[in-house]
């Protein structure tokens, strides 16, 4: 089946410094990527959507400045939390769709701890 | 908009026991319904889903039927195993096929199954 594989699973990086999240479709095209943000014992916050070679939508409230989204092919796309602060550290989580109808298949997530 | 309102938890319950988490849902059109299960520190993984009403999705002794007409999607187990302690989440998009409708999930169920 769809696998969307994640990394890291984890980091711990020092506040200020960026830290950038890959997601790749192991073997299917993911046209769309979505990424997501969980808080402890939360369900998913949806924070972007991104096709492949345009720019990302974001929701609202989510900086684009702060959380930088790249979708260059239909295998990978990244996500980059820039000048990180404490309260970013979270778990995050990606989801690609194909264009056919298999659904949506999640990334295994990175825990980001920021100290 | 659309939204998904799940059960609060944790549900605890004895192992064989029978489980019920239920879902409703708003949303306009006919969506694509889905529930998806949550260990620690993973990811989302996809338990089962229904396109259509009156569907039944089933994947591992798990169960949920589409019902438009009270706008539900139950997740049913007839004897849960400690193995299924997990977070469980009942998720929408408004269509599956295209890339681009993103999920709306529910706040999540922890079930915890005791020996």
């Known amino acids: 089946g769809a696998v969307v594989s994640q990394h890291p699973s984890w980091v711990i990086c020092k506040s200020g410094t960026s830290v950038k999240i890959e997601c790749r479709s192991l073997?299917?095209?993911?046209?769309?990527m979505f990424w997501y943000r969980q808080f402890p014992k939360q369900s998913l916050m949806l924070m972007a959507t991104?096709?492949?070679?345009?720019?990302?939508?974001?929701e609202q409230g989510v900086e684009k400045d702060k959380f930088l989204i790249n979708h260059a092919s239909l295998t990978l796309s990244t996500l980059t939390v820039t000048s990180a602060h404490p309260e970013d550290s979270s778990f995050y989580i990606c989801s690609a769709r194909d264009r056919g109808i298999h659904g949506y298949t999640f990334g295994s997530g990175t825990r980001l701890t920021v100290v | 908009g659309n939204s998904v309102t799940q059960m609060e938890g944790p549900v605890t319950l004895s192992e064989e026991a029978f489980l019920t988490i239920n879902c409703t849902y708003t949303a306009t059109g006919y969506p694509s319904l889905f529930w998806y299960v949550q260990y620690p520190g993973e990811g989302l993984q996809l338990l089962l889903k229904a396109t259509k009403a009156d569907d039944k999705g089933s994947n591992k002794g798990f169960e949920a039927t589409y019902r438009k007409e009270t706008t539900s999607f139950h997740l049913e187990k007839g004897s849960v195993q400690v193995s299924d302690s997990a977070v469980y989440f009942c998720?929408?998009?408004?269509?599956?096929?295209?890339?681009?409708?993103?999920?709306?999930f529910g706040t999540g169920t922890q079930l915890k199954v005791e020996l």
């Open positions: 998720a929408l998009s408004p269509i599956l096929t295209g890339g681009g409708n993103k999920l709306t």
């Open positions: 073997d299917f095209q993911a046209t769309t």
């Open positions: 991104s096709n492949e070679g345009s720019k990302a939508t974001y």
